[in-house]
């Protein structure tokens, strides 16, 4: 029993015993008045004890919404979305947490820092304060079918980019400027990933190609690095394709910054990455490998080794530590020193640089969404509940 709860029995047990004693000396006023403090009492501990929380942690900062949480946005701040394009705005540093209705509900958002965010509409952009109200618009020729939005920023959030299977389109996150647009007739296949690279000077897209379609129609992995000129221009750098009479098809696409590495997921017979270069240099590909996570400076790679496997690796390649897990890895998050934060079902683990695994937590409420927060961070939702827990220090 902790100290805490131990604490709270003496008080219960001693209140009780008080109350029993002026009933005995006919004290009943003094007893009436304690018999209702004691019962204030339990019931605050009640509700405290019975509230909703993903954690026993004290430090967990919860929120309750009005409706289910449709989806998580992780990033410079946390956003909430309940049906009926309804957000909630939780800035993960300085900044108060803000509720608005759009109207009408965005095709996509993205998170900024501050409070802000970028929404994407059928034909425009809109870049919102710290209260949802619009700062400032920008138009944009949409496609034919407009569908399949998606909005990412470069690793310093000055820049943004408009994701469609048809063509990806950059602007400042300001939304003062547009810089270019890479059409789906210059990279030779539609979009499905998109990554972009720090000033919104460079692109890794990815998608596929319908090789045959009389024959059945396989399709064919496409994937390639492209840069900006200062007439806003794309110029492929390079690109990839793996070829055959089997499906083949991608899983995603993501980038390091600070150490300029480019990754691919991809699927053929079965499932692989690689890491390159942006000129092209293949620094690494490893067959098997699933699901690969880059450290925020580029030194360490978390991968997953089929369903039972957790493999940290440099960059190059070379192994540092492996761990069984007995459940599905949910989220993991390395450090550039080796060390990594692991959601395993429903139990977070800390692995040191050597593998040796230190706190845990369990969630005592399972989270039906879950993202990843800038300065350490972890968010979770589940019907009307969400949370905001640090990933930093002990657990």
Known sequence: MSASRGLKKAFLLGGLLALAGLALAGQGAGAAVLGLALFAWLAYETLKRTRFRFTDRGRELGLAFDSEVLDLHGGACGVFVEGGGTVTVLPLGPGRTWRRTLKPPPMALLPLSGGHLILAYEDRLSLTDKGGAEIRGLAFEPPLLRQGYRLVADPGGDWVALATPWFVQVADAGLERTAGRLRFEDAGHYFKYAALGPGGRGLLVGGAYLLDEEAGGSLEARWGW?????????????????????????????????????????????????????????????????RPVLSPGGARLVWEKGQDCLVMSSADGTECWQWKPKEQIRMKRPLDDGSCIVLEGRCLRRFSPAGVQGPETWLKNDAAHLALGAGGSLLLAAGRHGALLSLDGGF
């Open 226 to 290: 492209w840069e900006r000129g200062d007439d806003a221009s794309w110029t492929r750098r390079w690109g990839q394709a793996r070829e055959g009479y089997e499906n083949s098809q991608l899983r995603g696409v993501h980038l390091c910054d600070d150490a300029g590495i480019l990754c691919t997921e991809l699927w053929r017979s079965g499932y692989a990455f690689e890491l390159r270069r942006p000129d092209g240099t293949l620094l690494w590909e490893r067959p098997g490998g699933e």
